[in-house]
C-alpha cells in the first residue's frame, strides 16, 4: 500500500537573494570534506555520497544491504521537495552530515536537510538571455572539497559555492559562451583540483578538459581535446576545421588513484553530419582519453566511432574495475558506447581487450583486432537519407550505467532504435548550429523502438539477463550489494529490480520519468534511504521503522 507523501514545497521564486540562508544560520558549520573521504568512496562511510558515481571509479555500486529483495516491496516515500523551476533534473545529488547538495535546471541549486526535505539554502545563477546551450538548460551534479561545493554554469563558468550559505567563494570564465561554449557536467575533484569540460559540440566549438585549484580557482592544466598545429593527431583534421571541430566533454569522468590517469569520453566532431570538411580521423573526437591529473598531458587514447558522422559522441560515463581475464588480473575501464557497442580496455595503455554490440548496429558488424570498426556500405548520411542503427540518442547515453563487483556484472540502460540520417553543407557562423544535416526516428510496424535494463558479463560481452521495457527508457542505475538494481521507465516508474536475474521485484509510479538521473543510496538515523530525482521533484525512500 502507498502511504501518504508528505510533501515539503520549496518553491525556487520565493528566494529573493541569489544564494541567500534560509536557515543556515541554524545550522552547524559542515566539517571539511578531505580528500580521504573522496578516495575512500562508498566503502569507509554508508551515510555519505561525495562523487557523481559514488566513488571515482563511477561504479554507482553501494556496499548498503538493508534493502533487499525480501524487503524492497516495503519502501514507501519519507518526503518529497519540489523545485518550482522549469526544466528537469539531470542530476546527481551528494550528501554529507545529513545534508543534500543537489544542482537543477537553468543553474539553480540546493541545500536540502535529508531528515525532512526542507530547504537550507538556495542558489540561482543569473544566465544572460542569449545562452547558445545545445541540449537543455540542465546541470549533472556538484563536486566538493573542503567547505566548498563546485558547480558549472551554462554561461561557461565554473563556481565555488560555500557550503553552509551557497554564497560564491569563486567565479572563474572557462570560455566565452556567445561563441557556443557550456557547461553542464559534474565537476570531479582530484588531488586539490576541480576537473571540469565544456559542451558545445553542435556549435563549431573547440572543446577541452581543464584543471582548477579547489582553493583559489586558479587554472592549472588544460587539455585541448582536438590538437594543435604540431601536435600528435593534428593530421586528422583536414585544413582548418580543427578550429571548430567540437569534441566537447560533458559527462563526468572517472579517476584512478594509482595510475593517476583521468577518464573522460569526448563529444562529436563538428559538423555533426556532413564531413567533407574534416577529412581523416578526427581526434580526438568520439575518444576516451586516459589523463594525467598533474600536467593534464595525454598518455594514450582510445578512438571508437573515427570519423563520427552520426553525432554519436562517446560522452557516456567510463567505469573502472579490476577483473581477472584468461586468469590474468587487468585494470579496465568499461565503457557502453553510444555507437551501440560495449568495450572492455587495458586502462593501463587504452589496448582493446573486448568489444561487442550490445543493440543491433548497421554501421559496423564488429570491431577489428586493431581497434577499428569494420564499416559496412551504405551508411553514410547525405541529402536524401540513409537509415542507421542505431539513432541519433544511441544505443545508449549520457545515463550512467552500474557495476557489480559481487557479480562481476556490468549493467545498461539499453535503446534498440534506427533513424534516418541527413547530411548538408553547413555555413560556420560562430556563436550559431553547425551540425551540417539532421536525423529522424524511423517508425512503422517493423521498427518498433525497444528499450531493456541489460547486464553485460564484461569479460565475454555476453548478455547474462535483460528486462525488457514498453519504451527506451533514459534512466541512469544504482545497484547494491544485497543484489538490487534500481532504474525508471518512460512511464515514470520508479522500480526495483533483482541484479541476479532481472526480475521485477517492485514498481511506484513517481508522475515523471529519471531522464539521466541516478537514484543515490545512504544510511541516515540507521535506516537506508533511496533519494530519486525525477522531472522537478525529489523524492526520499525508505522502509518504515519498526
Known amino acids: 500500500m502507498r502511504s501518504t507523501i508528505v510533501r515539503i514545497m520549496r518553491i525556487a521564486g520565493l528566494a529573493a537573494v541569489v544564494g541567500a540562508a534560509v536557515v543556515a544560520a541554524q545550522q ?13 568512496g562508498l566503502k569507509a562511510d554508508g551515510s555519505r555520497w561525495l562523487t557523481f558515481g559514488g566513488d571515482y571509479a563511477n561504479q554507482r555500486h ?18 518529497t521537495f519540489q523545485t518550482g523551476t522549469l526544466g528537469n533534473f539531470e542530476t546527481t545529488p551528494l550528501l554529507r552530515d545529513n545534508v543534500l547538495y543537489v544542482t537543477g535546471p537553468q543553474n539553480v541549486a540546493w541545500a536540502i536537510d535529508a531528515r525532512t526535505g526542507r530547504q537550507i539554502w538556495r542558489y540561482r545563477r543569473e544566465l544572460p538571455p542569449n545562452l547558445t546551450a545545445c541540449c537543455g538548460l540542465v546541470n549533472r551534479g556538484f563536486g566538493v572539497l573542503g567547505d566548498k561545493l563546485f558547480m558549472t554554469t551554462l554561461d561557461a563558468h565554473l563556481l565555488a559555492l560555500d557550503m553552509k550559505t551557497g554564497a560564491i567563494a569563486w567565479d572563474v570564465t572557462l570560455e ?7 557547461s553542464t557536467l559534474a565537476p570531479l575533484v582530484v588531488k586539490g583540483k576541480v576537473i571540469v569540460g565544456v559542451a558545445g559540440g553542435e556549435f563549431g566549438i573547440r572543446g577541452f578538459l581543464d584543471a582548477y585549484d579547489a582553493q583559489t580557482g586558479k587554472r592549472a592544466w588544460r587539455f585541448h581535446t582536438i590538437p594543435g598545429p604540431g601536435e600528435p593527431g593534428h593530421n586528422t583534421w583536414s585544413g582548418d576545421s580543427w578550429e571548430r571541430g567540437g569534441a566537447g566533454l560533458w559527462v563526468t569522468g572517472a579517476y584512478d588513484p594509482e595510475l593517476n590517469l583521468l577518464y573522460y569520453g569526448t563529444g562529436n566532431p563538428g559538423p555533426d553530419y556532413h564531413s567533407d570538411s574534416r577529412e581523416g580521423d578526427n581526434l580526438y573526437s568520439c575518444s576516451l582519453v586516459a589523463i594525467d591529473a598533474d600536467t593534464g598531458k595525454i598518455r594514450w587514447h582510445y578512438q571508437f566511432t573515427p570519423h ?20 590474468q588480473p587487468r585494470k579496465v575501464v568499461m565503457f557502453a558506447n553510444r555507437n551501440g557497442f560495449y568495450y572492455t580496455l587495458d586502462r593501463t595503455n587504452g589496448k582493446l581487450i573486448l568489444a561487442k554490440p550490445f543493440v543491433v548496429t548497421t554501421w559496423a558488424r564488429q570491431i577489428d583486432s586493431d581497434g577499428r570498426p569494420h564499416l559496412e556500405p551504405n551508411q553514410m548520411p547525405d541529402e536524401k537519407g540513409e537509415i542507421t542503427c542505431p539513432d541519433i540518442t544511441g544505443g545508449t547515453n549520457f545515463w ?6 559481487s557479480s562481476h556484472l556490468f549493467f545498461v540502460n539499453a535503446r534498440e532504435v534506427c533513424a534516418m540520417f541527413y547530411a548538408w553543407k553547413p555555413e560556420y557562423k560562430e556563436g550559431e548550429r553547425f551540425t551540417g544535416g539532421a536525423a529522424q526516428r524511423v517508425t512503422g510496424s517493423n521498427q518498433k523502438a525497444i528499450g531493456a535494463l541489460r547486464a553485460i558479463d564484461p569479460v565475454t560481452g555476453e548478455r547474462r539477463w535483460q528486462f525488457e521495457y514498453l519504451s527506451p527508457s533514459t534512466a541512469g542505475l544504482l545497484s547494491t550489494a544485497s543484489g538490487l538494481i534500481f532504474s525508471g521507465d518512460a512511464d515514470g516508474n520508479l522500480l526495483a529490480l533483482d541484479s541476479r536475474s532481472g526480475t521485477l521485484l517492485w514498481r511506484y509510479q513517481m508522475g515523471a520519468t529519471m531522464h539521466g538521473t541516478s537514484p543515490i543510496t545512504y544510511m541516515l538515523d540507521g535506516r ?19
Request: aromatic share 8%; glycine share 4%.
Open 28 to 40: 552547524a558549520p559542515p566539517a571539511l570534506v578531505s580528500e580521504q573521504e573522496l578516495l575512500d
Open 62 to 79: 553501494s556496499p548498503l544491504t538493508s534493502i533487499t529483495p525480501a524487503n524492497v516491496n516495503r519502501l514507501v516515500p519519507q518526503w
Open 176 to 182: 566565452d559562451y556567445t561563441r557556443g561554449y557550456a
Open 308 to 327: 563520427d558522422v552520426h553525432d554519436w559522441d562517446a560522452t557516456e560515463v567510463p567505469v573502472l574495475a579490476d577483473l581477472a581475464i584468461n586468469g
Open 400 to 405: 550512467p550505467p552500474t557495476y557489480d563487483p
Open 528 to 546: 537506508q534511504h533511496v533519494l530519486v530525482p525525477a522531472g522537478t521533484t525529489l523524492t526520499a525512500w525508505a522502509i518504515p521503522a519498526p
